[in-house]
């Protein structure tokens, strides 16, 4: 099946920075990749989708100055926390469709985000 | 919108035994996705089973089969020969089938733990 590679794991860094989460497909390409944040226990929540060569579509409540997106090639997405602070601190998911079953939505192992 | 309701938060089972978790869910389309991911404590999301709704036959994988009842929406996952593997978060999923790019809808999640 495709694989789809999340970078970093886990990061813990001070208020006030901007972190940078990678997520790209390994063996195919997506134009498209979603971005979700999943706090303990709960579901997970989409955030955003990334669309190669446009704007990100945000979904609603999203902050897109906070949350930056960027698909710049057709295998990478970043997402940006920008100013991060405490309450930004979650586990953070993308997933990207599949070239041949694009009905089915794979995902990276997801990045654990704590903003001390 | 579409929703996807899961009702049950949590549910335990004896190892080798079966147990059915339930979902339902609510669209006013013909033509859809459904789903169901596992979340092991690595919280790496896995893809369990998957429904096209315009087959009438239940999917089946080795132990795991679903109760598809497209009039009812109602979409439950069987687990048959419980193993302790199977302790997980289970999220049933839905998905239009309009575009090739279209975003997951998630239930809550239902925490399954496994006894020995």
């Known amino acids: 099946g495709a694989v789809v590679s999340q970078h970093p794991s886990r990061v813990i860094c001070k208020s006030g920075t901007s972190v940078k989460i990678e997520c790209r497909s390994l063996d195919f390409q997506a134009t498209t990749m979603f971005w979700y944040r999943q706090f303990p226990k709960k579901s997970l929540m989409l955030m955003a989708t990334s669309n190669e060569g446009s704007k990100a579509t945000y979904e609603q409540g999203v902050e897109k100055d906070k949350f930056l997106i960027n698909h710049a090639s057709l295998t990478l997405s970043t997402l940006t926390v920008t100013s991060a602070h405490p309450e930004d601190s979650s586990f953070y998911i993308c997933?990207?469709?599949?070239?041949?079953?694009?009905?089915?939505?794979?995902f990276g192992a997801g990045t654990r985000l704590s903003v001390l | 919108a579409q929703t996807v309701t899961q009702s049950q938060p949590e549910m335990s089972v004896q190892e080798a035994e079966t147990v059915t978790l339930s979902c339902t869910y609510d669209?006013?389309?013909?033509?859809?996705?459904l789903f169901w991911y596992k979340q092991p404590p690595s919280r790496q999301m896995i893809l369990v089973i998957r429904?096209?709704?315009?087959?009438?036959q239940n999917a089946t994988e080795n132990r795991f089969s679903v109760n598809f009842q497209k009039a009812a929406k109602s979409f439950s996952l069987k687990i048959s020969d419980s193993q302790l593997g199977d302790a997980a978060m289970y999220f049933c999923?839905?998905?239009?089938?309009?575009?090739?790019?279209?975003?997951?809808?998630f239930g809550k999640g239902i925490t399954l733990s496994v006894r020995p």
């Open positions: 669209t006013s389309e013909s033509d859809y996705y």
């Open positions: 999923a839905y998905r239009s089938s309009k575009g090739p790019n279209s975003k997951l809808t």
């Open positions: 429904q096209e709704a315009y087959k009438q």
């Open positions: 997933s990207a469709p599949g070239m041949v079953a694009k009905n089915i939505q794979y």
